[in-house]
T-cell receptor, first 113, second 109 residues
Framework: KAGVTQTPRYLIKTRGQQVTLSCSPI?????VSWYQQTPGQGLQFLFE???????NKGNFPGRFSGRQFSNSRSEMNVSTLELGDSALYLC????????????FGPGTRLLVL | AQRVTQPEKLLSVFKGAPVELKCNYS??????LFWYVQYSRQRLQLLLR??SRESIKGFTADLNKGETSFHLKKPFAQEEDSAMYYC???????????FGKGTRLSVIA
């Protein structure tokens, strides 16, 4: 079974731009979670989707948004990028909701200049 | 608010020495507990979860409800154990996993 894939793997943007990151979960997994990973803060939860519905949202500004499609693929969008948004963005999928083991993708490394 | 604390950012041990990675949480209930590991240039992956009571790669973790801790232990560290370790807790149903900030384990030959 193919693992979680994320595209693109690397991205360089400038302040004020917007960016869309994509995540394809493991086949059959219906839950997708997004995390922001930085050296100082570790893993911070962004949001979780299950069956195209956002089930949980972390403590991030409204510039961060996401969605999930009927095939369970998910995208997250960050508008009006700030320097502090530079991070590794991780996507994780699980079979069902909440209590299942999460399987992580390789991440998208975003650099905002 | 529920919190997960990993007090050590970096832990260095010699090969063959015992390892204990600390994880403390603040919650009065019974959380579900996980340890995730990220080896160099690899993706984050589950190492073990409390509910399965498994020993993975020689690591074990015991829940101490009195001390609200879930420390990860291994009797004899190996060089290949060098990695970033994250403790994660699921406090309440229908809420997301909460991760600690991680501990980098360095095993010195």
């Amino acid at each position: 079974k193919a693992g979680v894939t994320q595209t693109p793997r690397y991205l360089i943007k400038t302040r004020g731009q917007q960016v869309t990151l994509s995540c394809s979960p493991i086949s059959g997994h219906r839950s997708v979670s997004w995390y922001q990973q930085t050296p100082g803060q570790g893993l911070q939860f962004l949001f979780e989707y299950f069956s195209e519905t956002q089930r949980n949202k972390g403590n991030f500004p409204g510039r961060f948004s996401g969605r999930q499609f009927s095939n369970s693929r998910s995208e997250m969008n960050v508008s009006t990028l700030e320097l502090g948004d530079s991070a590794l963005y991780l996507c994780a999928s699980s079979l069902a909701y909440n209590k299942e083991t999460q399987y992580f993708g390789p991440g998208t490394r975003l650099l905002v200049l | 608010a529920q919190r997960v604390t990993q007090p050590e950012k970096l832990l260095s041990v010699f090969k063959g020495a015992p390892v204990e990675l600390k994880c403390n949480y603040s919650y009065s209930g019974s959380p579900e507990l996980f340890w995730y590991v990220q080896y160099s240039r690899q993706r984050l992956q589950l190492l073990l979860r409390h509910i399965s009571r498994e020993s993975i790669k020689g690591f074990t973790a015991d829940l101490n409800k009195g001390e609200t801790s879930f420390h990860l232990k291994k009797p004899f560290a190996q060089e290949e154990d060098s990695a970033m370790y994250y403790c994660a807790l699921l406090f309440i149903e229908n809420t997301p996993l909460v991760f600690g900030k991680g501990t980098r384990l360095s095993v010195i030959a």
